[in-house]
């Protein structure tokens, strides 16, 4: 049990600590008010970055991995290094690789710049296409992809070489704009 001396200290240093606080308030300073016309994005930069972007059932239908990520505030564009993007598209998943990537502020657009491989792998057949190019646009939503670079397609032993290129990942089609050559393996 406590003596009641000693609870009438302990009451008497409560009460003047609690007039000590209110003295040492300062009231000449105005309440903080919010700062008008603060800009609250933000200049940064993510190390390690991975995203993952999920269809409407919940289902992975992109991810992308990469060292670092930047993004600007101001422009809101967002500048990625060395990025290894896959898209799962039914059967198939596409391995996308670059020396970099600039993503548009509606994040609709990736523009892949240098050296671009693209490869899809088609989980029932286990059939490969690999496509070597140089500066793709990678529209997210429809999933197509063009260069006007030189290209190089290789599936099953076929090369073909071309001089720009149209692809639609969702149709596995493509169309070869100019200079088309073709090698054919024979079996």
């Known amino acids: 049990m406590i003596r009641r001396s000693t609870l009438r200290g302990v009451l008497a240093l409560s009460a003047l600590a609690a007039l000590t606080w209110l003295a040492a308030r300062d009231r000449s300073q105005p309440e903080s008010a919010p700062i008008e016309d603060l800009d609250p994005r933000l200049n940064?930069?993510?190390?390690?970055?991975?995203?993952?972007?999920?269809?409407?059932?919940?289902?992975?239908?992109?991810?992308?991995?990469?060292?670092?990520?930047?993004?600007?505030?101001?422009s809101q564009v967002g500048t990625i290094e060395n990025p290894r993007i896959r898209i799962q598209q039914q059967a198939d998943e596409w391995y996308i690789t670059a020396d970099s990537?600039?993503?548009?502020?509606?994040?609709?657009?990736?523009?892949?710049?240098?050296t671009v491989d693209l490869r899809r792998e088609n989980r029932r057949t286990r059939e490969v296409l690999e496509i070597r190019t140089r500066d793709v646009l990678l529209n997210v939503d429809p999933r197509t992809a063009s260069t006007e670079s030189a290209?190089?397609?290789i599936q099953e032993g076929d090369r073909v070489d071309a001089i720009g290129m149209k692809l639609d990942m969702k149709t596995n089609?493509?169309?070869?704009l100019n200079e088309v050559r073709a090698r054919y393996a024979t079996p």
Request: proline content about 2%; cysteine-free.
């Open 44 to 74: 940064y930069a993510l190390w390690d970055f991975s995203a993952t972007l999920l269809d409407r059932t919940g289902k992975q239908n992109l991810r992308i991995d990469a060292p670092m990520l930047r993004n600007n505030a101001r």
């Open 173 to 176: 089609s493509y169309e070869l």
């Open 151 to 153: 290209v190089t397609l």
């Open 101 to 114: 990537a600039v993503v548009t502020a509606d994040r609709e657009y990736v523009s892949l710049v240098g």
